[in-house]
């Protein structure tokens, strides 16, 4: 007798067969897929740096605002300092004379005759704060005419209104890589807007403690000493310009809005104003005369080609986004000290 194939008993052997096929299928279709990958996608690119451009260093076309009131003697040691650093033009200097004090008057125009001078003589008469009340107008006069007044340029100094200016006072001195640090940080003014300002000083760069010149960093204290800053920060302050103070203005948790300000481990300037309108000499031996300047023994800032590129890295690794990356680096891969 011969054995029937009943349909029931070869329904598993046609599911089987089906779904063999199915896997086959897919299997095919997944190599046909990933070998067009290979043919049509571009290659892995390499990791972009942080910096993909050379940072240009104009350290020529910062304009330098000098303020100055009634101290020819420092006047003159800050100019001796100034007229030193590398590749200062003295076209770029604007020399801001606040009153009419005639020892600085005569002074500026017997020496110095060839640098431009502004001057202010408008004076504000207050009980309460006779002195900080001058300072503030005095800063938003240097302001609005940095970044309000059009002029034409001067020598390599391109016309104003100008896009960020380099402000100092009549008692300091600096490195001679003053202005190529400026330039080489001044692009981040631009790039990243949580940053306010780019000091050249640090408030905690003492003697034994300061030790690296190379090193950036940032903080949200606004460091009113030597900095640069952008035209579009006075442009959101001016209408509401502190009657005094104007330094605490900036730090105010209103107006600094967490942006932070650039600062160096090693100073860029020294302060030697032992005798100033709001420092005594005990606040200055404690704050101010043990910060070490920068001497310039390694060239940093504008050096030859290696230190430049790894300086461009150090400049890019100060954005916002990889500078908080880069601490917490520093941080995961610190030595924990359990016992001293």
């Not at 897919?26 to 046909?32: P, W």
């Not at 003697?73 to 004090?101: A, K, M, W």
């Not at 606004?222 to 310009?241: A, D, H, Q, T």
Request: charged share 20%; hydrophobic share 40%; proline share 7%.
């Amino acid at each position: 007798l011969k054995m029937r194939h009943s349909p029931k008993r070869n329904v598993p052997l046609v599911i089987s067969l089906l779904f063999g096929f199915l896997i086959s299928s897919i299997f095919v279709l997944s190599i046909i897929s990933y070998v067009s990958t290979l043919r049509l996608s571009p290659k892995p690119q390499e990791p972009v740096p942080l910096i993909s451009t050379p940072i240009k260093h104009s350290p020529n076309t910062i304009p330098v605002a000098l303020l100055t009131y009634n101290r020819p003697e420092y006047l003159n040691r800050t100019l001796i300092s100034l007229l030193s650093v590398r590749d200062i033009d003295p076209r770029q200097i604007i020399v801001f004379q606040h009153g009419s004090d005639p020892s600085v008057t005569s002074f500026l125009a017997k020496e110095y005759g060839f640098l431009r001078v502004i001057k202010n003589t408008a004076r504000i008469e207050s009980e309460d704060y006779p002195v900080v009340a001058n300072i503030a107008s005095q800063y938003r006069f240097v302001f609005s005419y940095l970044f309000e007044k059009s002029s034409p340029s001067h020598g390599p100094l391109p016309g104003g209104p100008f896009s960020s200016a380099l402000i100092l006072e009549d008692d300091l001195e600096f490195s001679e890589d003053l202005l190529h640090y400026f330039a080489s940080l001044s692009p981040l003014l631009d790039s990243d807007p949580s940053i306010l300002a780019i000091s050249g000083w640090n408030d905690n760069g003492f003697q034994g403690y300061s030790c690296d010149p190379t090193l950036i960093h940032r903080t949200e204290l606004f460091v009113n000493l030597c900095f640069l800053v952008p035209r579009r920060v006075f442009l959101e302050f001016r209408e509401s310009w502190p009657y005094a103070e104007w330094d605490q203005f900036f730090r105010e948790t209103s107006q600094a809005r967490l942006r932070h300000t650039i600062f160096p481990e090693v100073s860029r300037a020294f302060m030697f104003g032992e005798n100033g309108s709001t420092l005594a000499t005990a606040r200055f031996d404690q704050y101010f005369r043990g910060v070490r300047l920068f001497d310039g023994e390694q060239r940093v800032f504008g050096g030859d080609k290696d230190q430049y590129d790894d300086m461009n890295f150090q400049v890019g690794r100060l954005n916002e986004e990889d500078y908080h990356r880069y601490v917490d680096e520093l941080v995961r891969s610190a030595l924990v000290i359990k016992t001293l």
